[in-house]
């Protein structure tokens, strides 16, 4: 009885980390969302057994942390999409500095998306809109190189041209 009740609290403290981490997934430091996403590409891939890659190029700071999160949680809702209803082999999430802005990527090599569903779709469409509007984004669903879809998230630099700093900097 003991040996299980031991093996029930651990699984609680397993359960309520998970739920903690779910609640705040990444790390507020610089490269924190660089770090958070290698980290959900990593676990997706494990979980679902669909290779699933990260990178990053260029200057991928993001000094604000609601635009780092609403970021991550684009990135977390485009890859749910591309596992559970593209029947891709592969995703690739990228996260590419520019000198104006940063591009988040998330690419797979399914079945597509027709032309105008991102309108008249599910929720998760929906709702990586609405988070791309609060941080002052541009959401961009199309048509992937590799035959599937992409979602292209495009964050602008603030004005004084420093890393993406403030949501009403960027809203301004």
């Known amino acids: 009885d003991a040996l299980r009740l031991e093996q029930m ?9 998970a739920l903690a981490h ?29 290779p699933c ?3 990053s190029d260029g200057d991928t700071t993001i000094g ?3 635009v780092a999160m609403h970021a991550y949680l684009i990135a977390r809702e485009a890859l749910n999409n591309a596992i559970k209803h593209s029947a891709a082999q592969h995703v690739v999430i990228r996260l590419i500095g520019r000198a104006d802005g ?3 990527q998330v690419a797979d090599d399914g079945t597509g998306i027709r032309h105008g569903a991102q309108h008249t779709a599910g929720l998760g469409l929906q709702t990586m809109e609405y988070r791309a509007n609060l941080i ?12 599937g879809t992409m979602v292209v998230c495009n964050l602008a630099r603030v ?14």
Not at 9 to 17: T, Y
Not at 22 to 50: H, R, W
Not at 160 to 172: D, E, M, N, T
């Open 22 to 50: 779910g609640l705040c997934p990444i790390d507020f430091a610089p490269g924190g969302l660089v770090a958070a996403l290698k980290d959900l590409a990593a676990n997706s891939q494990t979980a679902t057994g669909i």
């Open 159 to 172: 004005r004084s041209g420093s890393p993406l700093q403030s949501v009403s900097a960027v809203r301004s």
């Open 64 to 66: 604000d942390q609601d």
């Open 102 to 104: 940063i591009t988040l």
């Open 136 to 147: 002052g984004a541009s959401l961009q669903i199309q048509d992937s190189p590799s035959g």
């Open 53 to 55: 890659s990260f990178n």
């Open 9 to 17: 609290l651990s699984d609680a403290i397993a359960q309520m980390r």
